[in-house]
């Protein structure tokens, strides 16, 4: 009877595995052997072994470089501004009046597709008719080329990209205060401690890990950031604000066809989240371990 209960159980995987197998693991090992082709859709030849060349062009491409660059700057700057501030509306919403509307009204941006959102702060840049340049002309602030230069470009892209997904780590880090014990809460009042003392010494450490796991998902989502980019500034002006993940659907299927060289870059932007996903979660048990 139980081995008619394994053979029903691995039946009913079946179809599941195929799908597993057909759709992820065939292409990934697909896209690890193609990076080492001259694979060009345009050319229309048949793909040739040329073993490294792909990966060492990476590193003479200018494009590739500015691209890392850009994540790099994302991942510096957006990320900790994000956890910040959705650590800190976590903070202010908790137990305020009205709790529950401006929750509701927090994770709005959210909720919206990036796609939309793209399309809304492009509209807001917009040299003479945007509201953000009308906006700061109350304040004596001449008009900024928020899509037609380099450097402010990036700035858009960073504030686009901090405005929709703030509201995620709030959400996340306001559901870890909640289950934060209310016992442990009363008993640091009757001690008399304050609430930034609260904060730091009961919240803080019971939510800890909580931080860590959305911190590891806002890094690996902002080195695959494309949307925002796509839609908003198309990678300009220039490549300014091009990311990793916009450069290789440039080369892979926009500008160029030159799937060997695309691959080669999915395959280091791979390698790139996994050692950094790693590398964070091996943080996150040493702290663990030394009660940190």
Not at 18 to 30: A, D, E, N
Not at 63 to 71: D, I, L, R
Request: net charge neutral; glycine share 6%.
């Amino acid at each position: 009877m139980q081995t008619c209960y394994k053979a029903s159980a691995w039946l009913m995987a079946i179809p599941l595995l195929v799908l597993f197998l057909g759709f992820t693991i065939y292409p990934f090992f697909y896209m690890i052997g193609i990076s080492f082709t001259n694979c060009n859709l345009s050319a229309w030849e048949v793909p040739k072994w040329v073993g490294l060349k792909n990966y060492a062009t990476i590193f003479d491409d200018l494009v590739a470089a500015g691209s890392v660059e850009f994540t790099i700057l994302l991942v510096l700057i957006a990320v900790p501004l994000e956890m910040l501030l959705g650590l800190f509306v976590a903070f202010l919403i908790d137990d305020v009046v009205g709790e529950s509307f401006w929750r509701s009204i927090v994770v709005l941006p959210m909720m919206i597709p990036p796609v939309v959102a793209g399309i809304a702060w492009k509209m807001l840049y917009n040299f003479q008719y945007g509201p953000v340049n009308y906006f700061l002309s109350f304040f004596g602030i001449h008009r900024i080329s928020w899509l037609g230069d380099p450097v402010m470009a990036r700035v858009g892209v960073i504030i686009a990209d901090v405005w929709q997904w703030t509201p995620f780590v709030f959400l996340v880090l306001y559901s870890g205060l909640q289950s934060v014990p209310q016992d442990l809460i009363e008993a640091a009042s009757v001690d008399g401690a304050s609430r930034w003392h609260t904060i730091r010494y009961v919240h803080l450490p019971v939510i800890r890990p909580l931080v860590w796991v959305v911190l590891i998902i806002r890094l690996v989502d902002v080195l695959k950031l494309f949307d925002i980019v796509y839609m908003v500034t198309f990678g300009g002006p220039g490549s300014a604000t091009h990311t990793i993940s916009y450069y290789i659907y440039k080369v892979g299927l926009s500008f160029g066809w030159d799937i060997g060289y695309a691959s080669a870059l999915s395959v280091l932007l791979l390698i790139a989240v996994v050692l950094l996903t790693n590398v964070l979660i091996r943080v996150l048990n040493v702290r663990q371990l030394l009660g940190l």
